[in-house]
């Protein structure tokens, strides 16, 4: 049935509304829980012998619903199920995979519902099968227990230092040997980490079945405000082809950032005490030509870096990008603005007081190009000192196209954005060493 009705999910309103109609309430009580009417054939578990199904799909595909539903099946089909439920946090476990809006307790119908207990962090349904939380961050939490089922949430974001998601992953797999055949599906958006990459190689075997798809798979679902907003931000940009159509993005060769470096340095939060914020802007020689690269980047006391903002801006006027440069320092509160002045010279610091007379200013000039520029500041991503606070699309899509050997691949005609960062980072890391003053925010 659930292969055949994959025309109900994409028919709209029309077709649905008039079916439920013609039922009685209980029936039309049951039809909201019945994913088998509603869910797309892209949402529903491959057929045949397979170890473990991996969705790999934009964002607001459906993915969480399709694992959650997953899990309800393989739990209400067998009473002795086991089912461990991974995400990248106990928080995010919880919050998302059980009481998300696509969560296990909302896709069950109410009579049906299973026992949520948070203080051992398991699930119990009414026939006794039973799924227990656990985070990627303790992978030594999944040495010991044994399981006959497993969803794995957002396996890309799983935490990459000290190798914990290999582990967590391992432990996993060593602790699935409950039952006849035990299966894993995992749910994430292509993220280029190795645990991922290591699931795809996977794929020949018949090992992993993957089912891919892009967020506009789901669009008859999603608020068209939503659709127009993530293509305002994300179009064109090579991360769009990740976050949204679900495409896993290949490094170019020699690049000074592969993707798994910029998805390791990246954090959800930016709540950090600084001892120093910087606004780094790269000035374009016209209006016409490439962009102003205008970063923020703090440095926490801990002695780590952190990308805050891109307030980078194309086809600038002088006076647009300097405006920009000034609202960024006051936002941040910084305390430099880091002006690169190889073209224009004092110009630059003139425009920018234009703008605002008490910004503090720092001219710059490059006596080597970008790339090599970049280099240095490269080596700090890989030795971990570096974190993004978010995603940065179009900068990061920049970064990648910076290659060994000076010369450039990426979107545009120069990584504008890119050296602004190398400039803001190179202040904060690799300048002469200052007494940080005690900022407050």
Request: net charge neutral; hydrophobic share 40%; glycine share 8%.
């Amino acid at each position: 049935m659930t292969g055949t009705l994959d025309w109900l999910a994409h028919d709209g309103t029309s077709v649905r509304e008039r079916i439920v109609k013609s039922l009685n309430q209980e029936e039309r009580n049951e039809w909201r829980f019945h994913w088998g009417l509603q869910a797309r054939k892209s949402q529903l578990a491959p057929l045949g012998e397979w170890r473990s199904w991996l969705i790999l799909a934009g964002r607001g595909f459906g993915k969480t619903r399709a694992g959650a539903e997953w899990v309800r099946m393989i739990a209400e089909n067998n009473c002795e199920a086991r089912i461990a439920l991974v995400s990248s946090s106990l928080t995010e476990a919880r919050s998302v995979m059980v009481e998300g809006e696509s969560g296990l307790l909302a896709c069950c119908p109410p009579e049906r519902r299973p026992m949520f207990e948070p203080s051992l962090r398991r699930v119990r349904f009414p026939n006794g099968a039973q799924a227990q939380l656990f985070s990627a961050a303790e992978p030594e939490s999944l040495r010991g227990p044994q399981f006959s089922h497993a969803w794995c949430d957002e396996i890309g974001k799983w935490p990459l230092s000290h190798d914990r998601a290999t582990r967590a992953w391992d432990n996993l797999l060593l602790g699935l040997r409950l039952g006849n055949d035990p299966r894993i599906a995992v749910t994430t958006t292509p993220r280029a980490v190795p645990i991922v990459q290591r699931l795809l190689k996977m794929e020949e075997p018949k090992n992993v079945v993957i089912t891919r798809g892009s967020t506009y798979d789901n669009a008859a679902n999603l608020p068209k405000k939503f659709l127009s907003a993530i293509e305002s931000e994300f179009g064109g940009s090579r991360l769009a082809r990740q976050e949204i159509a679900g495409e896993m993005l290949a490094d170019l060769e020699g690049t000074l950032w592969p993707r798994a470096t910029i998805e390791r340095a990246r954090v959800d939060t930016a709540e950090k005490h600084w001892s120093r914020v910087v606004v780094a802007v790269d000035p374009p020689i016209s209006s016409s030509g490439d962009e102003c690269g205008i970063v923020v980047a703090g440095l926490c006391e801990d002695g780590m870096a952190y990308l805050l903002a891109d307030y980078s801006l194309g086809q600038a006027k002088p006076g647009d990008w300097a405006r920009a440069v000034s609202i960024a320092a006051e936002e941040w509160n910084a305390d430099r603005v880091i002006a690169e002045a190889n073209q224009g010279g004092a110009m630059v610091e003139s425009v920018l007081r234009a703008a605002n007379a008490t910004l503090p200013v720092k001219l710059v000039h490059a006596s080597r190009g970008k790339i090599a520029r970049a280099e240095p500041v490269a080596a700090l991503y890989e030795a971990s000192k570096v974190r993004h606070c978010g995603p940065f699309p179009q900068l990061e899509d920049q970064m990648c196209g910076m290659l060994i050997g000076g010369d450039y691949a990426g979107p545009g005609r120069s990584p504008d954005r890119a050296d602004a960062l190398v400039w803001a980072l190179t202040e904060l890391m690799l300048g002469p060493v200052a007494n940080p003053s005690v900022r407050s925010m």
